[in-house]
């Protein structure tokens, strides 16, 4: 299992700048831009081969030489649950500036960035720490937790 680690760090560049684009435009831009990088994570998550984000740092940043691969051996679940985390928050967060609710909208969508800044910065994945901490307590399996049958 391996994982290109500038793709990684694309899709955190972008959610980054998508969020922090969609509170400063605010009102209803910024809530269907919200919902957008919401449902471009959750896509991603599913089906991680039409991932846009992805396909992005694949077939625009990388064939011009803008980002460098960075293929590691590791295993890419931790990263896609933790995608699949932020997609939840993003989209929760939809649901609430909809509703007229944007102190809590707009909260969660910080939570999502600042989780995005901090592993792009210092690579630290909060998704994935749940991920293997889960694991750990085996209620979820990864192919680094394997249970025995």
Known sequence: MRVDR??????????VILTVLAFVLGGDAGTWLVLFTGLVLAIGTVAPPVALFQQIYHRLL???????PNVI????????FAQGLGAVFLLAATAFLLAGSPAVGWTLSWI??????INFTINFCAGCFIYFQLARLGLI???GHAQAP
């Open 6 to 15: 500038s793709a990684l760090k694309t899709n955190q560049a972008l959610i």
């Open 62 to 68: 990388k064939p011009l030489g803008l980002v460098r």
């Open 73 to 80: 051996a590791e295993d890419p679940m931790p990263h896609r």
């Open 112 to 117: 999502v960035t600042a989780l995005a800044f």
């Open 141 to 143: 399996r990864s192919a």
